[in-house]
């Protein structure tokens, strides 16, 4: 049986001004701007992708900024925090880094065998950068931050759930995910070959608030796999396994299924093909804003209504 999931493959969040967003995910965490599209079921919103050099499934972070949109709030049922996987010998970089740019932090905290810095961006978004020496994967040069020290792609993500076992039997089930460790409440289960880029850690607790969905929020997470054919498979598998599953929906860099687990968190699978550069050079990625061929005749009028935006190196 071939594999269908691989690991993490983009988490989708909500965010404010289009500016202060390329400034902290391009400006302050280094990240690459690979792609400024838009939201292609709202043109009128950019669609701001980071990632690694090339944007390679595991690395990529995206965006719908808003603008004036009220602020969510963490909670249960959602996915809380995203992680972001740097070296160990990089820890002390990164707390000075956040510091000169007056982003607040928690002290370093540990959890199973790693060490991690929690921290909010601007919009409220829960970010962690997690210290370790198992990812092989190259950072992106940006010209400031030395590619030795910068992030690698996600370490993986955080759900937050009132029920555990409908979600973890779904994970390690029909999603092909195996839990590796357990401890106070916090499961971590990998996908794939394991390692950074395929965990999701699940913690369970009954009794707390719901997650409110808004700016500093996440709208969606998404699983890598490899191909059309193997899409189809999972979408398949996952029908007749009980859920709710769309068509495939072109996203012209990927294609995607979407559906929602049993807690309520909307779940996608995107193909690893065709990728960032099918309609940008990769030395260019990121530079132009790209729009789909069937809104290329509004291309004036889209582009007068949104945000100026610029890279800043800081």
């Known amino acids: 049986m071939s594999r269908l999931i691989n690991g993490l493959h983009h988490v989708t969040a909500l965010a404010g001004g289009a500016q202060k967003n390329v400034d902290f995910y391009a400006g302050i965490l280094g990240l690459r701007l690979v792609k400024k599209t838009i939201n292609f079921d709202a043109p009128d919103v950019y669609h701001l992708y980071y990632g690694d050099e090339n944007g390679n499934p595991g690395s990529i972070m995206t965006f719908f900024p808003y603008g004036q949109i009220a602020r969510g709030r963490k909670g249960t049922n959602q996915l809380t925090y995203t992680a972001f996987s740097v070296p160990t010998a990089a820890l002390g970089y990164w707390m000075d880094r956040l510091t000169a740019h007056h982003i607040a932090f928690d002290k370093p905290q540990k959890r199973f065998n790693e060490t991690f810095l929690r921290f909010e961006d601007h919009d409220g978004l829960g970010i962690e950068l997690v210290a370790n020496d198992e990812d092989t994967r190259s950072g992106w040069n940006n010209g400031v931050i030395d590619p030795a020290l910068a992030i690698k792609g996600f370490h993986g993500v955080t759900l937050h759930e009132t029920r555990g076992e409908p979600t973890l039997k779904l994970l390690t089930g029909l999603m092909e995910h195996r839990v590796v460790t357990e401890t106070e409440g916090r499961y971590r289960l990998q996908a794939g070959d394991g390692g950074p880029g395929t965990y999701v850690d699940m913690i369970v607790t009954p009794g707390n608030l719901r997650g409110m969905q808004g700016a500093g929020t996440v709208h969606h ?36 299924i979407y559906f929602r687990e049993p807690g309520g968190v909307l779940f996608e699978v995107a193909t690893n093909p065709p990728g960032f550069a099918i309609d940008e050079k990769p030395s260019e990625l990121g530079t132009k804003l790209m729009l789909p061929e069937w809104y290329e005749p509004r291309r004036a009028a889209i582009e007068a209504g949104l945000e100026r935006i610029e890279l800043k190196r800081v």
Not at 231 to 248: A, C, K
């Open 221 to 256: 997470v998404a699983f890598s796999t490899d191909s059309d054919e193997t899409q189809l498979e999972i979408r398949e598998r996952l029908e007749e396994g009980g859920m709710s599953v769309t068509p495939v929906a072109d996203r012209n860099y990927f294609h995607s």
